[in-house]
């Protein structure tokens, strides 16, 4: 059922514009419910998200679970590509591709998590995506491709 209503609601409105208005609502469903982002930043081809790390996120070693950096990395790099969507139109994510470089242990601070475009083309979009810690050092980043559904 909510799923029918945002549909409604969002039907006649630009990929940015359904992006801004859902960081506005601050409702959240699913996945989004699940992770507790924030946004920071929205742009043409860019977005910021800010993600404090969550207890029922730590993984056996008690660090934070390379599905949840994954998942946050999907989510950066699939609301860029929602930027510059026209009303109507849709995408999915087609692969990802993943890196971990430094765990995170510290529960206590918040990270950056920036997805962004870096092609457009008529079907299909390449996406890069980083999570920075607190002090700005390199967490995980990843790659993904989109296509226009």
Partial sequence: ?????????????????????????????????????????????EVQLSYTPKEQHMNLIGSL????????????????VLTLLDD????????????????????????TVIGEVDHAGRRTFATSGRILDSQGRLIAKAMANAIRI
């Fill in 1 to 45: 059922m909510r799923e029918t209503n945002l549909n409604t609601q969002y039907q006649n409105m630009s990929g940015i514009q359904r992006l801004q208005l859902f960081a506005q609502d601050g409702t959240r469903g699913g996945m989004d419910k699940n992770l507790g982002y924030g946004f920071l930043s929205i742009q043409p081809g």
């Fill in 65 to 80: 679970h390379g599905g949840i950096l994954a998942s946050l990395l999907d989510a950066a790099m699939g609301c860029s």
């Fill in 88 to 111: 109507q139109e849709r995408y999915t994510m087609i692969d990802l591709n993943t890196k971990f470089v430094k765990a995170i242990m510290d529960f206590d601070q918040q990270l």
